[in-house]
């Protein structure tokens, strides 16, 4: 078992710190937004996690994991730090590193003896070589350490289950020692531990982010000419998945990909391949493609209520996946404000984003349920595959629009079966 310091409480930094906990190692969590960390203190979580909250407080009881404000404390007393902070993107795309940079910085100030210092937060390739040099020239090669990248895959809404059962565990190494640390560290999950250099372990997480975006936008390609020929995107995709080689995930036609990895990820590895003299013109494609599942979208909206100004629009789901209440860069946000933009009224409802969402947005109702969504609504949006919608009364919910229309951004229902109900129902890909 080891002291674990892990610095940045976010969506990746709490539930690899509950989950290292559980696993019977003592976590110090760090974080230098204040009140977060007093209120992780009063056990008030900041983010929707499915068992987050349950694991966080069976370890706080168990003594096991702890919050505080500073890195060199989270330093002193952990053999092992993780370094979990936001990686955005700049303005050209890059991303931004100067928080793990900062981080960087600290654990130089604070390192005295061995560390094995762990990248987490997504971040272009070579970053670890930074992150060595730069501690490097602080402590001015007085302190031995070493510096490991262990990319993150874990999905929100499953983060849990993905970190306890993660398909492989990713370690980039350079030394026997920390490799042999981090081993020991994974063992009990019982998980294939891929040990490979950093720059290979960083390139790992580029290309499986960039694979699952290229999948998505595969396919939504594939639902545009569907439409086109009255052919059917969920019997293509089911099809196509069932055959090994391909496999059936991320193979969902709909509005495209948002939340707070893909694009800024995607964005990342073109603007890395470009500075390093590489066209890469499939990834251009991809992100394309996303743009356009937006504009169709919108489009369809246009061509079935014709005007927007002042029409009612029932907007069911905000956050940019299910079983989350994460609304960074979710297309749901973004096609609400083209609307609203466009002069429609918004009532909107979502499981569990209501609250981040109404920090965002101003000018738009904010309804208790789906049905108080659809009220006297002229048309009803689905933007979020929460499991709920797919269990709405649909009687009822024809019954409270003004007129029976529901365009569906992710596929949930039966074409046929919503046209026999009555509706007019527009999805992605199926006619
Ligand atoms: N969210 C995901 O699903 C996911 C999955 C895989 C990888 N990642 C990557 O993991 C990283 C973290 O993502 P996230 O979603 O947890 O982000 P987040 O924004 O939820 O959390 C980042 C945390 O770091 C803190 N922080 C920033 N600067 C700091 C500093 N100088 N000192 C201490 N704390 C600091 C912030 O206050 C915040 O609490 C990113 O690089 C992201 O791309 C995220």
Known sequence: MFNIGVIGTGYVGLVTAACLADLGNKVICVDNDYKKIENLKKNIIPIYEPGLAELLKKNRLAKRISFGHSIKEA????????????????????????????????????????????????????????????????????VNFDVVSNPEFLREGQAIHDTMHPDRIVIGVESKHAEDIMCRLYKPLKSQIVVTNIQTAEIIKHACNSFLSTKISFINAIAHICEKLGADVEMVAQAMGLDKRIA?????????????CFPKDLDAFIHLAEKHGYNFELLKSVRKINEEQKRFFIKKIEETLWNIKNKNIGVLGLSFKPNTDDIRNSI??????????????????????????????????????????AKNSDCLLIMTEWAEFKKLDLAKIKKLLAQPVIIDGRNMFEPAAMKKLGFVYKCVGRC
């Open 332 to 373: 749901a946000m973004e096609i609400i404000r083209t609307l609203k933009s466009a002069g429609a009224k918004i009532k909107a409802y979502d499981p569990q984003a209501m609250a981040k969402a109404k920090a965002e947005i101003r000018g738009i109702q904010f309804c208790k349920d789906s049905y108080a969504a």
């Open 248 to 260: 059936k995930d991320f193979l969902n036609a709909g509005i495209g990909f948002g939340g707070y």
């Open 75 to 142: 330093t002193t007393k952990s053999e092992i730090i993780f370094i979990c902070v936001g990686t955005p993107a700049n303005a050209d795309g890059g991303a931004d590193l100067s928080a793990v940079e900062k981080v960087a910085f600290e654990i130089a100030q604070a390192i005295k003896g061995y560390k094995v210092i762990v990248g987490k937060s997504t971040v272009p390739a070579l970053t670890g070589e930074r992150i060595k040099q730069a501690i490097e020239i602080k402590t001015q090669g007085r």
